[in-house]
């Protein structure tokens, strides 16, 4: 077993599964971690725990803010890197760990240098699914900014067409105004309500764009991909790689899966697409998505997903 790994994901890709494999195959998963088994010491330095906010000094909060993107590390932010992961282990000094974080999936770069033989394992969901649950926006700004400044390449995401998606998604910025006078306006309500699902895909989307730049860049062969899927299905070849990468010895304890959940798009999604009479606002944003997707669902594999939504009518 490794002294050190990671696990990263884009939010609710579903690492929390993984972690918890860790954990019950003899991982420690740090000094204070959340429900999702985030650990939120190294993330904010400390017990309190916010993924926005307040700034906490010497965190990996503040490093990736201040730092990111990592095209170039500095010895110093090695250092400062290696002190938070040390600093959030648990206190009883536990020779196997496990450092879990969504914004791992930002810093691949700086890991490798900080824990050169440390495994990072990046959990990836179906782009549809992440996009169903409730998130923020934590780091979509910048991640717009950073494809703004560097040039395209073959498989990334255009980014006239990223703007594009970002201003449908916040309703174009409109406002409906109504004149009250001559000298004054009155602004009633927005006239596009946000697609906040359609900003978590764009997310998705972008930072599986960035990560697999990094990964190729700085050439990070300690870095694998895990399918939340095929790990929740129980899937002979995906559990087998998993437990390659964790090095654990005998059979791997596995924990109880609620097999149902696997693919929320299937009872959340496709209804709506087939409906007698489909709301015709949610059926432009579902198909949105998809078409921002597509491209990493056809890069991850997800064959299945690409023909249901292929042969959908409303897709046509």
């Known amino acids: 077993m ?16 993984i972690a918890e494999i860790a954990k019950m195959n003899g991982y420690d998963l740090g000094r204070k971690t959340n429900s999702s088994h985030d650990n939120v010491f190294a993330w904010k330095n400390g017990p309190f725990y916010s993924m926005d906010g307040n700034q906490s000094p010497d965190s990996l909060q503040d490093i990736l803010e201040t730092k990111w993107p990592f095209d170039s590390v500095s010895p110093d932010d090695i250092t400062a890197f290696q002190n ?42 179906n782009g549809i699914d992440v996009s169903l649950y409730e998130s923020d926006n934590y780091f979509l700004r910048l991640l717009i900014q950073d494809k703004a400044s560097r040039p395209q390449t073959p498989y990334e995401i255009n980014f006239v067409d ?50 697999r730049m990094d990964v190729e860049n700085h050439d990070i062969k300690s870095h694998h991909t895990i399918r939340f899927e095929r790990i929740a299905a129980e899937d002979k070849y995906e559990i087998e790689k998993l437990q390659s990468i964790l090095k654990i010895p005998g059979k791997l304890k596995m924990p109880s899966i609620n097999k149902s959940e696997i693919f929320p798009y299937r009872s959340k999604v496709l209804p709506i697409f087939q409906a007698e009479q489909p709301n015709d606002n949610a059926v432009k944003s579902l198909r949105m998505i998809y078409k921002i997707c597509k491209p990493y669902l056809e890069y991850f594999k997800y064959s299945e997903t690409i023909e249901l939504f292929e042969n959908l009518e409303a897709i046509q």
């Open 84 to 125: 938070c992961i040390l600093g959030a282990r648990s206190i009883n000094k536990h020779s196997h760990n496990c450092c879990k974080l969504p914004t791992l999936s930002l810093m691949a770069p700086i890991v490798k240098q900080a824990f050169p033989d440390a495994p990072i394992i990046s959990v990836v969901r």
């Open 162 to 211: 990223a703007l594009g998606y970002l201003f449908t998604a916040t309703g174009d910025l409109r406002w409906k105004i109504q004149p009250t006078s001559e000298f004054g306006w009155n602004i009633q309500s927005r006239t596009t309500p946000v697609l906040w699902n359609l900003l978590y895909g764009l997310r998705w989307v972008m930072i599986n764009d960035r990560l």
């Open 2 to 17: 490794h002294k050190q790994i990671f696990i990263s994901e884009v939010w609710w890709s579903g690492g929390f599964l």
